[in-house]
């Protein structure tokens, strides 16, 4: 029922595939591990061995790619914002085009594609991860990578169950803000005219109910989970208990091979 | 209860303390006040009362009245601030009691949004089995029958969010129902539904109520208390009225209405015709004796 | 009609996988001074059409007329009509922010453009026709009950003076005596000459208070007419997640058998009926 459903990020999706059923351990390593690579690959072979990679992925988890390149839709702004920046800031000799002191060079300009091409990467692997494990998966793969920092009093416990409430009351949030700013519309407030001021002083209306609303929640939810024997992460145990199988070792291992591929064709080419 | 629990692996202290006992929960307040520190009004004031296992008791009272805060006192989510709140004989007041009562004892909210934890369906549903640490297929095993009994297994993978208001409903109570508790408690745990929602959810809690369950269930309409054994009514903080469902439905429309409630025009119709001698039946009947007499 | 709503149809995300047709060519038109509820199950679209009435959504296809202005995306005329359309939601909550009832009032107003003494005017008027007592002006509205919050929420929006009124699901969790101040001023507005719509899953208090009745169901119209014609449609077919209530149902089906005279949702009256008519058992 809202307007803002149509946005994908952060949604679990689930199929039977064999990366929906992949140790969420597995999924994070190689989602970070390819966060580093990709942010280390800057030649456009490198990009477009990982934009495949990408693309097979989803078709293997049956992920529509539509709804994949839909989730980096609300980042878009940033990443334009980003590369945009590059065209003028890169420096470089031959110029192409200024507008004013901004000067934009050939050098400036493939920069900016490839950091443009990188963040967009970058946002569809963690979209991916997201789109194929569930967010109690997530938090538990989270929190037994976060163990051992527990010995230096880190609450890795805490950390992952409050990344499961955040992603669980995401889609909650969305459909109540859009209720607030209609019953608010309807009383005639308006945001879409005035300077900025006026305009960032329209969301007050928006803004308290919506504080008061997740207090509130936050209050029930928190008697509602201790209803339910919630306390802590002390004796609690988890249905499916993570396992670490063959599976994870050899896609592990695979995709090990596949990110030393791409970096020595990165310094090659 | 020390010895047996120090002996006892934890999840085994819970099987082991519902299979001694039978399925219904007793809950039993004794003087029972609640104040909120800071606040000078209190809430709930000298409330004694006894709800044996497996009884349905319809709570009623307006908005506001602390029919909420008297449901949390009985599963030791507040504790009382003068008098004593017994679960099962537990004193809710003792030291690390609250989790063995939060076994028995179940609560439902009104808002299902505001209880449900996890983004999948069985995720949600294990939360509570899982809080009590029991072992992984007892947990699966639990949760495929909570899932069942309320209709959502073949939605078990399924988003949270794809949820209607009437199925989220049913998903907390299977989240509550995985727990296995001898007694379950509903604060207007219908209310945000439509009627046929409000219907199936209630035929469950006839269910749970079949299986021994105790059942405190706080609501605005008598029509879904027709099928309770006792009645409490609260105003102000006070137990103002209680007595056998039946009494309580029995009265007169008025003085219902002086109470702030509406009787439900199918006790009417009973009442007029039996008043009337065009048929004789007994207190407890609901639409379906009323048809059976008049040959429908 | 005042109010018209011509082969409205409305589909979420549009173009993508998950595209859901929430209404499909809804027509109808409702009146000043009548009381038109609109009833449907869960997900029967009815909300989705409540934010096409004061412009919230723009019409994909089709039109709504409100006074004689189609609703398009003019801003002028989308101000227009949400002054003379006031919605009231369903939870109070997701609105009330001002520090004090009266400021909360007074928002629609101070948007509109009002100011002064015709400002506390709107104000007075509105407290007074919810029944807020004056002294409520300098109340803090999160402190208010349940009941209160949404009396105050309601004249919020009848501080702009709406012509039409817009209430979604105003009933939800009210107590008995909440909900027979809330049917009193819904007539009460009524009387005084303003299109109430009242939207619901409520069927029986549907019947009960309204001048007629829209049966949406699956985004469609089943029907658009008074409640005993309503009725009697309902004790034909079913309608998805509708059921008459009780009392009339048994009224109307001992109706068929010629068992009694005339339907009614009165018990006591159907209880003589049934007396007088000596049916028994063999």
Redesign the interface.
């Known amino acids: 029922m809202s307007l803002i459903k149509g946005v994908t990020l952060g949604q679990y999706m689930p199929a039977d595939s064999f990366i929906h059923k992949l140790d969420p351990r597995c999924k994070l390593f190689i989602t970070v591990l390819s966060m580093v690579a990709i942010f280390i690959s800057d030649n456009f072979l490198a990009l477009a061995m990982w934009a495949s990679l990408i693309l097979f992925l989803t078709k293997r988890s049956k992920i529509p790619v539509r709804a994949l390149m839909k989730s980096a839709k609300p980042i878009m702004i940033l990443i334009i914002f980003t590369s945009f920046l590059h065209v003028f800031f890169t420096g470089g000799d031959d110029i192409i085009f200024s507008i004013g002191p901004l000067k934009a060079s050939a050098a400036g300009i493939l920069m900016a594609i490839r950091i443009g091409l990188r963040l967009y990467l970058l946002v569809l692997f963690t979209a991916l991860l997201t789109f194929t494990t569930s967010p109690s998966e997530l938090s538990d793969g989270l929190e037994a990578v976060l163990g051992p920092l527990k010995r230096i009093g880190f609450p890795a416990h805490e950390v992952a169950m409050m990344m499961t409430i955040a992603l669980r009351f995401i889609p909650t949030l969305f459909e109540e803000t859009e209720r607030i700013i209609n019953a608010q519309v309807s009383r005639g407030a308006d945001f879409h005219s005035g300077g900025l001021v006026k305009r960032a002083k329209a969301y007050i209306p928006v803004l308290i109910p919506l504080f008061v609303l997740v207090f509130k929640r936050a209050d029930t939810l928190a008697f509602a989970m201790e209803a339910r024997c919630y306390r802590g992460g002390k004796g609690r145990v988890r249905m499916h208990p993570l396992n670490w199988g063959t599976t994870e070792t050899k896609t592990a291992i695979a995709f090990i091979i596949f990110v030393a591929t791409v970096i020595v064709l990165n310094r090659c080419a | 209860m020390a010895p047996v629990s120090a002996m006892l692996p934890r999840w085994r202290l819970y099987s082991w303390s519902t299979n001694l006992m039978s399925l219904g929960t007793t809950l039993y307040l004794e003087g029972a006040e609640f104040q909120y520190q800071e606040a000078e009004k209190k809430i709930l004031k000298g409330i004694d009362l006894e709800i044996r296992a497996g009884e349905w008791i319809a709570l009623l009272g307006p908005n506001g009245s602390g029919k909420s805060t008297l449901l949390k006192l009985f599963n030791a989510l507040l504790l009382p601030s003068q008098g004593c709140c017994f679960i099962d004989g537990i004193n809710t007041k003792e030291t690390n009691v609250s989790e063995i009562i939060r076994s028995k004892v179940s609560i439902i909210f009104q808002n299902p949004e505001d209880q449900i934890v996890a983004s999948v369906v069985e995720e949600d549903t294990a939360f509570g089995p899982e809080n009590l640490g029991l072992p992984s297929p007892e947990i699966k095993k639990r949760v495929k029958e909570a899932l069942t009994e309320v209709g959502l297994w073949e939605m078990r993978k399924q988003p949270v969010s794809s949820l209607s208001g009437g199925q989220k409903q049913r998903l907390a109570l299977a989240g509550v129902l995985a727990i296995k508790p001898g007694a379950l408690l509903l604060d207007e745990a219908m209310s945000m539904l439509d009627p046929s929602s409000r219907k199936s959810f209630l035929d469950l809690i006839k269910r749970e109520h079949g299986y021994g369950r105790t059942i405190v269930q706080v609501t605005h309409r008598l029509e879904e208390i027709v099928d309770s054994d006792r009645t409490f009514i609260i105003t102000d903080g006070e137990l103002s009225w209680h007595g056998n469902t039946e009494t309580f439905l029995s009265m007169s429309d008025d003085s219902i209405k002086n109470m702030g409630f509406a009787k439900p025009p199918v006790a009417v119709l009973k009442e007029e015709l039996v008043k009337n001698g065009t048929v004789a039946m007994s207190t407890k009947s609901n639409i379906a004796d009323i048809r059976e007499k008049l040959c429908l | 009609m005042p109010l018209t709503v011509k082969n409205l149809s409305f589909t ?2 549009l173009g ?3 595209e859901v047709n ?1 209404l499909r060519n809804i027509s109808f038109s409702a009146d000043k001074g009548e009381i038109l509820s609109i009833v449907g ?3 029967s679209g009815k ?2 059409l409540a ?1 096409h009435l ?1 412009g ?1 959504f723009i019409p994909q296809d089709g039109e709504v007329i409100i006074d004689g202005i189609k609703i398009d995306n003019s ?1 002028a005329q989308l ?1 227009k009509i ?2 003379s359309v ?2 009231v ?1 369903q ?1 109070p ?6 520090e004090t009832v009266h400021d909360e009032i007074a ?2 107003p ?3 453009g009002l100011t002064g003494a015709l400002l506390e005017e709107r104000v007075l008027y509105a407290m007074n026709a919810i029944g807020l007592d004056p002294s409520f002006a300098s109340a803090n509205p ?1 402190l208010l ?3 209160e919050k949404r009396r105050v929420a309601i004249a ?2 009848l501080a ?1 003076e709406p012509t039409y009124l817009v209430l979604d699901e105003p009933t ?7 909900l027979c101040e809330l049917t009193a001023l819904l007539k009460s507005m009524a009387e005084k000459g303003i299109c109430v719509i009242h939207i619901t ?3 029986e208090l549907a019947l009960n208070i309204s001048d007629r009745i829209l049966i949406i169901s699956e985004g469609a119209v089943t029907a658009c007419d008074t409640p005993t014609f309503i009725s009697q449609m309902l004790s034909n077919i079913n309608v998805k ?3 008459l ?3 009339l149902s ?1 009224s109307y ?2 109706k068929k ?1 010629g068992s009694i005279e005339y339907v009614t ?4 009256k ?3 009926q ?2 007088a008519a ?5």
């Open positions: 979420y995300n993508l996988p998950t929430a199950h869960t997900g909300s989705t934010l004061n919230l801003h101000r949400r002054q006031g919605l939601f939870y909550e997701q609105q009330i922010f001002a928002f629609g101070q948007n509109w999160f009950s349940g009941g919020s929006i702009s939800a969790g009210l107590d008995y005596n909440g899953h409520d069927l997640g509708l059921i209530p009780e009392i048994l089906e001992m058998k949702s009165d018990p006591y159907l209880a003589e049934i007396k000596k049916t028994r058992c063999h």
